[in-house]
């Protein structure tokens, strides 16, 4: 295979000055020669027919640097799916490479199993300096691994052998990871069409989708209709349901299309699942660390849950899961949800880092001005956009929903989604150099889930980009 030395070389997403600085030892950086689509052919013939990103971003990285990355063809992309909302801080941020450096320096293991060390005592301290100060004076910690649906395991684990019941309470758009049971647990149908023996005794529920209200009154008519729905069904001893383990959610959907959960709904399911003893699992693998504008999504509402699931941003962009909850849960056995890589030391110290930058910088704040700010922009082009249905979101996590206006609408004027126009948009915001998602009912949801060190002027560069990529996509 061809090989060469690249010297350093600016890229320019935009015109004018370069982005970023050239990385360093650039000079030295030896790479295969090669562009996207010989990365992206290898790949298609070797890796499985599951694969999912690569299918709308068909790019090869090669390199990346705070909200930046660059492909194997020398294009450079403003990264608003960072790491699918793992990478709080953005790409090799000083204070996490400098913590990695140190731990590796320091002769920490690289992994522990549920063994402590000095990194992981930091990592827990930090960790529940981070959370209210009355969910923390109770709480205990299980080390999970390492990924978020291996948390939501330990989750409904945790919340079974506790009760004694066998029921979960579950809501439509949830996304809680891919395994049988968070599969299980997940509204999405087509990951779950081909796949049995999924975890049984779950039980779905009507989520404040306004914009899609289950019940077609919208408002707070509509969420207060999804509180009553819910109330009634937990007394009614005709429901089907035995008495639920818990009930889990998202305070702000993510996958499920950026659906943000009004305060007033969250302290209401609060209310009525304490007054019944139902633990309330939250789970914030998306939105934990500042994402939302809180450094906790259920923090806008002042409640407390019984369970809080963690990961992604948790590790600083490296892997690392987590499950804290009240102390009277903490009814397993020794063993009862093992896993070799529990102990991650590298993503403890990379994720202390992480979580001691964003409370010194309160990058929640940071992140609720930019997300503000880019709403604002984002419907100012949705004024003339009747494609644009909707453009909600709390703090940098964004979802733009794009509806078919020539269809008819439903019984509140709301358009079907249109998958089609969503992938051409993501499409044409990938050719101008920014990485968007998709999500949502049959993927209309443009997501937008920048780093939270993103800056003003990136977020003006987002919105100009996203701007271009409607008009063309409308156009064509
Ligand atoms: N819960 C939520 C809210 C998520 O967004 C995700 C991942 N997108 C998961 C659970 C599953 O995490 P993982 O992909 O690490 O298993």
């Known amino acids: 295979m061809e090989q060469e030395v690249i010297q350093p070389e600016m890229s320019y997403a935009f015109d004018g ?7 360093i030892d650039e000079e030295t950086v030896v790479i295969e020669a ?15 027919s599951a694969r999912s990103y690569p299918r709308r971003l068909p790019i090869a990285i090669r390199r990346a640097e705070g909200v930046f990355v660059d492909d194997m063809d ?6 608003c799916l960072a790491g699918a909302g793992a990478l709080a801080l953005g790409h ?3 204070v996490v490479v400098e913590a990695i450096r140190r731990t590796l320096a320091d002769g920490v293991p690289f992994q522990t199993l549920d063994l402590t060390t000095p990194v992981k005592d930091r990592f827990v301290e930090a960790l529940f300096s981070s959370l209210p100060k009355a969910f923390a004076d109770q709480a205990r910690i299980q080390f999970c691994g390492p990924s978020g649906a291996d948390a939501i395991e330990a989750a409904v684990k945790l919340v079974k052998t506790a009760t004694g019941r066998r029921s979960i309470l579950a809501f439509h758009g949830a996304y809680h990871g891919m395994t049988h049971g968070a599969l299980g647990l997940t509204g999405e149908i087509g990951p779950k069409l081909h796949v049995s023996g999924l975890m049984p005794d779950v039980h ?3 989520f404040p989708y306004l914009y899609r209200c289950p019940f077609s009154l919208g408002g707070e008519v509509g969420w207060r209709s999804s509180l009553a729905y819910i109330e009634r069904l937990l007394d009614d001893s005709n429901s089907g349901i035995t008495p639920p383990a818990a009930m889990i959610l998202e305070a702000v959907q993510g996958e499920g299309g950026v659906i943000p959960a009004p305060d007033e709904w969250l302290r209401e399911i609060r209310r009525m699942t304490r007054k019944r003893g139902i633990p309330l699992i939250i789970d914030e693998v998306q939105t934990g660390i ?7 999504a259920f923090e806008h509402s002042g409640i407390q849950p019984d369970v809080l699931v963690l990961s992604k941003a948790i590790g600083g962009g490296l892997p690392l899961s987590a499950v804290v909850y009240h102390k009277e849960l903490d009814r397993w056995q020794p063993g009862a949800h093992a896993g070799t890589f529990r102990g991650n030391q590298l993503a403890m110290a990379a994720g202390t880092a992480t979580l001691q930058y964003v409370k010194e910088h309160r990058l929640d704040l940071h992140a609720h001005e930019m997300g503000e ?3 604002a922009i984002l419907r100012n082009i949705q004024k003339d956009k009747p494609q644009i249905g909707d453009v909600r979101g709390r703090g940098l996590m964004i979802g733009i929903e794009i509806v078919n206006p020539v269809d008819p609408p439903d019984a509140l004027g709301v358009y079907p989604p249109n998958r089609k126009l969503a992938c051409r948009i993501q499409t044409e915001c990938l050719k101008r150099g920014l990485i968007v998602e998709l999500g949502g009912r049959q993927g209309s949801v443009v997501r937008v889930l920048p780093p939270l060190i993103v800056t003003t002027d990136e977020i003006d560069q987002i919105g100009t980009i996203f701007a271009e990529a409607v008009r063309v996509s409308i156009v064509t």
């Open 17 to 23: 000055e370069p982005l970023l600085q050239p990385f």
């Open 74 to 79: 020398g294009r450079r992309y403003i990264d």
């Open 373 to 375: 700010r880019l709403m």
């Open 204 to 206: 779905f529920l009507p």
């Open 34 to 48: 090669q562009g996207n689509d010989y990365y992206l052919d290898r790949q298609s013939g070797f890796e499985s």
């Open 290 to 296: 500042g994402r939302t504008g809180r450094m906790y």
């Open 92 to 94: 090799h941020h000083p």
